[in-house]
C-alpha cells in the first residue's frame, strides 16, 4: 500500500479511491409485517446510532418549498446532546428539487451526491453533480438543486448556522468530486487509515469540517478519540466495529452515528473491503460560554 499524492489513496488487491464506489443511501420502503422490530438502533446520552434499516418510509419528512422529494432527518440540534449540526439524506423524484432550499440566511451547508444526478446553481454557475461529487455553500449564498435526469437521485446536506471570526474571511462556494481530492495517510497508518479533506485544515474560515475518512481491511483508530467535536458519521461503504462511548457495534453501509462532544470513539475495519464514511465535525472556533449581550 502506499500514498499517491496525484490518485490518492491505494492498496494492492484494492481499487484505489479514483475508481467511484457505490455509496449508501437510505433504500426507503418497509419491512415485512412479520420482520423482527428488535435490532441495533440506540440512543444513549453521548451516542445515537441510525442503522440503515431503520430509514424507511414511515420515518421521512417533507420540506416547505420542496417538489418531488422526501428527507430522512438524521440529525438536528438538541440541547443537551449535539447542538450544532441538522443532517440530512435527501431522495428527488426526476423533476424534483427546490428554487430556493435553505430557509435561514445565516446556514451554511455542505453536499454529497450518494446516487443519480443533481444539477446545482449557485447564483448564475450551474454543476452537474454525481455520486461522489461535493459543495460547500456559504451562508447567505443563493441557491437551487434539481433533479434534472430520468433517475431518482440522493445527496446528503449538512446544515450549520455560520459562527463569524473577527479577521477571518468567510469561504466562498466550493464544488468539487471526491476524486479530485488527495487521501491523506495518518502518521503511523499510512497505509491503512486515511482522510480526505473537502476543506483546507488550514483555512480557519471554516467552522466546521466534512471529511471522507478511508480504512482498509484492519485498519483501526487505535485509541479512544476523546474530543470537543461533535459527530455525524454515514457509513458510505464497508464495515467495521466502532466504539461509541463504552461500546462496541458493528456498523455497515447506510448507518448513523450521531456522537456528542467527548464521546469516546475508536474502529476497526472488518470485512474484505474499505470501510469509509462521510464525516462532518465543528472546528476553529471558540465553544460558546452560553453568554448573551
Known amino acids: 500500500m502506499k500514498m499517491d499524492e496525484s490518485k490518492g489513496f491505494r492498496a494492492e488487491g484494492h481499487e484505489p479511491a479514483t475508481n467511484e464506489p457505490h455509496y449508501a443511501f437510505p433504500r426507503g420502503g418497509m419491512p415485512e409485517r412479520d420482520a423482527d422490530p428488535a435490532g441495533t438502533a440506540v440512543f444513549h446520552a453521548a451516542y445515537a446510532v441510525l442503522p440503515a434499516n431503520t430509514q424507511r418510509d414511515i420515518v421521512t419528512s417533507l420540506l416547505p418549498g420542496w417538489l418531488g422529494h422526501r428527507v430522512w432527518i438524521l440529525a438536528r440540534p438538541m440541547t443537551g446532546f449535539a447542538e450544532t449540526f441538522a443532517q440530512y439524506a435527501v431522495e428527488l423524484s426526476p423533476g424534483g428539487g427546490s428554487a430556493a432550499p435553505e430557509p435561514d440566511a445565516q446556514a451554511q451547508a455542505a453536499l454529497f451526491v450518494a446516487k443519480g444526478v443533481v444539477r446545482l446553481t449557485i447564483g448564475s454557475e450551474t454543476h452537474d453533480l454525481r455520486p ?11 441557491w437551487q438543486i434539481w433533479n434534472t435526469s ?40 499510512e497505509n491503512c487509515w486515511a482522510t480526505q479533506r473537502f476543506f483546507d485544515p488550514l483555512d480557519l474560515g471554516y467552522d466546521f469540517h466534512v471529511n471522507i475518512v478511508t480504512f482498509r481491511p484492519g485498519g483501526r483508530i487505535p485509541f479512544a478519540e476523546t474530543h470537543v467535536m461533535e459527530h455525524g458519521i454515514y457509513v458510505l461503504q464497508g464495515t467495521a466495529r466502532y466504539l461509541l462511548n463504552q461500546d462496541w457495534v458493528e456498523v455497515g453501509p447506510g448507518d448513523f452515528l450521531w456522537l456528542r462532544a467527548f464521546c469516546p470513539q475508536a474502529c476497526i475495519a472488518t470485512g474484505d473491503g474499505a470501510f469509509r464514511y462521510l464525516l462532518y465535525k465543528d472546528v476553529n472556533r471558540h465553544p460558546s460560554l452560553g453568554l448573551t449581550t
Open 150 to 189: 430520468e433517475e431518482v437521485a440522493g445527496f446528503h446536506w449538512i446544515r450549520k448556522t455560520y459562527v463569524p471570526a473577527e479577521g477571518v474571511s468567510a469561504p466562498e462556494p466550493m464544488v468539487c468530486h471526491e476524486t479530485d481530492v488527495a487521501a491523506n495517510g495518518m502518521p503511523g497508518a
Open 132 to 142: 461522489g461529487s461535493f459543495a460547500y455553500l456559504p451562508a447567505g449564498a443563493p
